[in-house]
């Protein structure tokens, strides 16, 4: 039950609304909206609460740093879920992946499958520390936002739908 939705079971039940072939017919939103809540909620309520604390153990609040802190710790939780999003979206190791790469030291085809498996822990790690890079708090927010699209956008090209579907489908529902 991390911070990225508790239930992996949700996020890979939308999986496979966006991969499979409805039985009876096209309803959108049932689904992606119970599996997208939970995720949300919990990892909203957590930020909340541990920024509660925070402001309770530290109470005198440095003047002027509570507004960065909470862009920068909303543009932190919205990179989060992307990069979960963009992990649950998987399907199989694609066979690319197991050719050999040969180089002078030796085959590196495992860093390639190393990569495709933590791809969204990857994704956390060079978001934060090109958050951490940016002078603003706004600019590491928006940063942290443009970060978390491009994650959905691959998701969903890893479903194999398109973003004209997506926004057709969106208007059907």
Do not use: Y
Not at 39 to 68: E, I, K, Q, Y
Request: include cysteine.
């Amino acid at each position: 039950m991390g911070g990225g939705g508790g239930g992996p079971e949700t996020w890979r039940g939308l999986r496979d609304e966006l991969t499979m072939a409805p039985l009876f017919g096209e309803r959108w939103g049932g689904l992606p909206a119970r599996a997208l809540a939970w995720p949300v909620v919990a990892v909203t309520a957590g930020t909340l609460l541990g920024g509660a604390l925070v402001a309770l153990f530290r109470w005198p609040l440095p003047a002027g740093r509570a507004g960065s802190t909470v862009l920068l710790v909303a543009g932190s939780v919205v990179l989060v879920l992307g990069a979960r999003f963009l992990r649950e979206m998987k399907l199989h190791l694609p066979l690319e992946l197991l050719l050999p790469v040969i180089t002078p030291f030796g085959d590196l085809s495992g860093l390639r499958v190393v990569a495709w498996q933590f791809d969204g822990f990857v994704v956390v790690l060079t978001g934060v520390a090109l958050m951490n890079a940016v002078p603003s708090a706004t600019g590491a927010a928006v940063l942290a936002l443009c970060l978390a699209a491009g994650c959905v956008g691959a998701g969903l090209r890893r479903t194999g739908w398109a973003h004209r579907g997506l926004f057709s489908r969106l208007r059907r529902g």
